[in-house]
């Protein structure tokens, strides 16, 4: 089973930038989606960004021309490009890799992002 693994977090000063980094251990080319789930304390998860096989992205309103998601598939990795960050956009950012429909999601184990001057 393909495993994730976050990197790229940290503590940014508002209007900043970050770029996170999701790397896989195994073939992610084929996935039917990846995403980057947040989660800040006593909220829900939710989704942020996700990429379908298609290439067809998805991005949640609050993070719409400022967050960009992307994939190297010759490297297994998954990024989301941050910019202009905000308060609101701290939480634990999550990686997610669903093979295909009907299969659980894999989820990688968070990093913490914190906009905060």
């Known amino acids: 089973q393909v495993q994730l693994v976050e990197s790229g977090g940290g503590l940014v000063q508002p209007g900043g930038s970050l770029r996170l980094s999701c790397a896989a251990s195994g073939s992610i080319r084929n996935f039917y989606r990846l995403g980057w789930y947040r989660q800040a304390p006593g909220t829900q998860r939710e989704l942020v960004a996700q990429?379908?096989?298609?290439?067809?992205?998805y991005y949640a309103d609050s993070v719409k021309g400022r967050f960009t998601i992307s994939t190297d598939n010759a490297k297994n990795m998954v990024y989301l490009q941050m910019n202009s960050l905000k308060p609101e956009d701290t939480a634990v950012y999550y990686c997610?890799?669903?093979?295909?429909?009907?299969?659980?999601?894999?989820w990688g184990q968070g990093t913490q992002v914190t906009v905060s001057s």
């Open positions: 990429i379908r096989s298609t290439a067809t992205t």
């Open positions: 997610s890799a669903l093979p295909r429909l009907g299969l659980a999601p894999l």
